[in-house]
């Protein structure tokens, strides 16, 4: 029987509730291989290191983990650790939504990105709240997901999940979506060091500007799963076509 091989990591670290749960629950229905960082590395979007070289370590649970960035994992599990090619890549289930711009700045996305360059389909799984709560539920929601297998997509695609947390009886339903758009960051945050040097905590993201609807923002608000299918081409089409009149 045809066994799904996944390759899962994430941006929280190879410790976290998240990778453990998702984890758990899809090594029921396939043959799973972890990677993930060995530390938090939220907020580290698609950076790989290049200034020193990157060791694998092996858990007793068997999980790899790296010195390195969720881009960094999933590169080395796909060109070092991993025999075959995986079938599927998942990442998280993160601890916090990954919405609007958030897609930009997000380790999780990007564990994703990095398969889905590497031509394979590609999932990110985030939950809205970061408390950890119903955990179960959205592992459980993330198993469905991976199951359905998307045929009428084109091959590979790279989704963007995020999860209310609520109980599994409580999710309204799974819906296609589009990215909304935050504001401006809110203010950094300065304090002092002992020394009276001033130091800098960046703030949280911006609340929802655009939270219309058909958004993740509007869809996760209303107790419905989001998933949003991302491309990474981010050239503006419109503003080529302007830039020919301004450049002739
Ligand atoms: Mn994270």
């Known amino acids: 029987m045809f066994r799904m091989k996944i390759l899962i990591s994430n941006d929280d670290g190879y410790l976290a509730p998240g990778i453990v749960a998702l984890a758990e629950a899809l090594s029921a229905v396939a043959e799973i291989t972890v990677v993930a960082p060995d530390s938090n590395r939220s907020g580290a979007s698609n950076a790989l290191t290049l200034d020193r070289p990157l060791s694998v370590y092996r858990a007793d649970n068997g ?3 790296v010195n390195g960035t969720p881009t960094d994992c999933v590169h080395i599990a796909l060109t070092a650790i991993m025999k075959d090619k995986p079938d599927l890549i998942v990442s998280g289930i993160n601890q916090g939504q990954n919405m609007g711009d958030d897609t930009l700045y997000s380790g999780t996305v990007a564990a994703a990105t990095e398969g889905y360059l590497f031509g394979i ?12 709560t119903c955990l179960d539920s959205a592992a459980r929601i993330a198993r469905e997901i991976i199951l359905r297998g998307f045929p009428s997509l084109d091959q590979p695609f790279l989704l963007n999940v ?9 999710i309204k339903g799974i819906h296609s979506t589009r990215l909304g758009k935050r504001h401006t960051s809110e203010a950094v945050i300065r304090a002092q060091d002992p020394h009276g040097r001033d130091i ?18 509007y869809t996760t608000s209303r107790d419905y799963v989001s998933v949003t299918p991302l491309q990474v081409d981010l050239t503006n089409a419109r503003q080529m076509q302007q830039l020919i009149a301004d450049l002739s």
């Open 200 to 217: 800098y905590w960046i703030g949280p993201p911006g609340a929802a500007k655009d939270a219309g609807e058909g958004t993740d923002f």
């Open 63 to 65: 999980f790899y983990f």
């Open 121 to 132: 389909p590609s999932i990110a799984f985030s939950q809205v709240d970061k408390a950890w």
């Open 162 to 170: 995020n999860i209310p947390n609520i109980p599994y009886e409580k």
